[in-house]
């Protein structure tokens, strides 16, 4: 499998197969088991397609450990099998059962920001879903809606595509099923969400067809500030753009002047400065510890 060329480290018993944008993937060294991935978090981070760098400190252990905590809160299948990981990945690692993942991004859209404001701002849609008049970034959709996109590789956008298109690449029932149980999760983890303080504005989760139950599963990571956006619920104001718990300080600084690079340039981007690697590692640590409740422990 092609993917971002990392250097992974050597783990005993397990093979070093994939490394993407965040993760690594392993399998193990026993050609006798077939049906576990071992999945490392690494403290990478990405933005406008690169993967950076600069590194934030402690950051795959903080997207391992609250993917668990929210696997723990769904009513939902997940792919979680084990969290006992060799020494040298411990917190940031978890044994996965291997499913045959859906070449679709499942995305739940409860609020319009993002590249679903821009779409809505020439076409009164998102992913050719029409909505009202009179949104303005940060409206709240009543119900939320399923707006899938198409996995590219790494390097690549996402292709935003209609549910039509998503029937056409899965088949009729998995689409149904996706789009469900992608709403599930979403409206779920909102509630949740809300009752901390925090406004779920969107989530893109991942589904795989567990070959030995059958089941269409949860995997990857789910619910965290890389896959997600969270809002602050006191400072939540529509109408404007709204901060939150992921890497808007690197985006931030990347795109101004400070920075010195040009996004449309094609060159990769500077390595962050200190303090923008410190505040985008508390950034993801109060996430953490406000929806989970618990302190932080590196």
């Known amino acids: 499998m092609a993917g971002f060329a990392a250097d992974a480290p050597a783990l005993e018993g397990w093979t070093h197969v994939y ?14 088991v077939t049906d576990r991935v071992l999945v490392v978090a690494s403290d990478r981070i990405s933005a ?6 600069s590194e934030i400190p402690d950051k795959g252990k903080v997207l391992t450990q609250l993917s668990l905590w929210w696997f723990e809160q769904l009513d939902v299948p997940n792919h979680v099998v084990s969290t006992d990981v060799p020494a040298e990945v411990a917190g940031r690692a ?24 821009a779409e809505y701002r020439q076409s009164r849609t998102v992913c050719s879903l029409p909505l009202p008049e009179g949104l303005v970034d940060g409206s709240k959709l009543e119900p939320a809606i399923f707006t899938p996109s198409a996995k590219a590789d790494v390097g690549e956008h996402d292709e935003n595509i209609t549910y039509e298109q998503t029937v056409e690449r899965v088949g009729v029932e998995v689409a149904a099923e996706l789009r469900r ?118």
């Open 94 to 117: 978890m044994v996965c059962r291997k499913l045959d993942m859906y070449p679709i991004e499942c995305i739940a859209r409860g609020y319009l920001t993002g590249s679903g404001l």
């Open 48 to 53: 406008y397609d690169f993967v950076l760098a």
């Open 181 to 298: 149980l992608t709403l599930d999760v979403y409206t779920t983890a909102e509630r949740i969400a809300r009752e901390r303080g925090i406004v779920l504005a969107d989530t893109k989760v991942e589904f795989g067809l567990d070959p030995v139950s059958g089941a269409i599963t949860l995997g990857d990571e789910v619910l965290t500030p890389d896959s997600s956006r969270f809002w602050d619920a006191e400072t939540y104001e529509p109408g404007r753009s709204q901060p939150s718990f992921d890497k808007q300080f690197v985006r931030d600084w990347l795109t101004s002047a400070e920075s010195g690079w040009d996004r449309s340039s094609g060159q990769e981007p500077p390595e962050l400065p200190n303090d923008i690697v410190e505040k985008t590692r508390a950034r993801y640590i109060e996430a953490y510890e406000r929806l989970t409740g618990t302190v932080f422990s590196a």
């Open 19 to 32: 490394s993407g944008k965040v993760r690594d993937l392993y399998v193990p060294a026993d050609d006798a």
